[in-house]
């Protein structure tokens, strides 16, 4: 078990009255046969949602709430915060990622084999289809990020922008995060490669969701996710 009890699994929520308890449901009742504590952050949500995660207390470990819309960066850093596990896995709040999945990123850190694993869009997967990804530039702007950062940091990342990132709580200990919003994916993934951590990726299911459906990121956020990691590239 390479010393892996517990597993805490981070849930930034923004406005996500439609599928917050579904999803709460399913992480909750995944077996992963490891001791689960979920960390659920409330983002200053406005539709409801923290109504309804007051109403369900049972179905997580902590809620913090941010007193205004910080971002995701920000809430994955509160969440942090919180954390007792060995491992932190990242959990949107919406159906795009399925908790099934959790084994399968699990099982190279549970195995000693690696101490970050990104559950990858890409691997294994048709080149494009219209049922995968609902915003077909989103499928472009991920690839070439995930190109970008290849190059830059000198080794092969297929999904660099991809919600399940598994990571062990003592390699986080030692990283600064300063991201506040979407950026923070770029700038964890920077601060891994720097300092020469591994990062195995797994094959993952995906749903994606049209921007009527709740889907919040841009193409402004693919700007700054390249400045991002240019930035980290040569800052020290």
Known sequence: M??????????????????????????RKEEIYLEKEIIVIDDKSTDGTKELLLEHA???????????????????????????????????ADLEYSPSDYKKILEPIIQGKT????????IKQPILSKQKWAIPTHFI??????????????????????CYKAIKKEILRDIKLKSERFDFEPEITAKLLKKKIKI?????????????????????????????????????
């Not at 179905?59 to 994955?76: F, I, P, Q």
């Open 200 to 236: 195995q990726e797994v094959p993952i299911t995906y749903n994606s969701r049209k921007k009527n459906e709740g889907k919040k990121i841009s193409w402004k956020d693919g700007i700054k996710a390249i400045w991002t990691l240019v930035y980290w590239r040569f800052k020290n």
């Open 141 to 162: 702007g991920n690839k070439m990020l995930s190109m970008a950062t290849s190059i830059l940091y000198m080794q092969k990342i297929t999904d660099m922008e991809t």
């Open 115 to 122: 101490q970050a694993v990104y559950g990858s869009r890409f």
């Open 2 to 27: 390479n010393n892996i009890r517990k597993v805490s699994i981070i849930m930034p929520v923004y406005n996500e009255k439609r599928t917050i308890i579904e999803i709460l449901e399913k992480v």
């Open 58 to 92: 049972h179905l997580y470990t902590t809620l913090c709430n941010h007193e205004s819309n910080r971002g995701k960066g920000a809430a994955v850093r509160t969440g942090l915060e919180h954390a007792t596990g060995d491992v932190i896995i990242i959990q949107d």
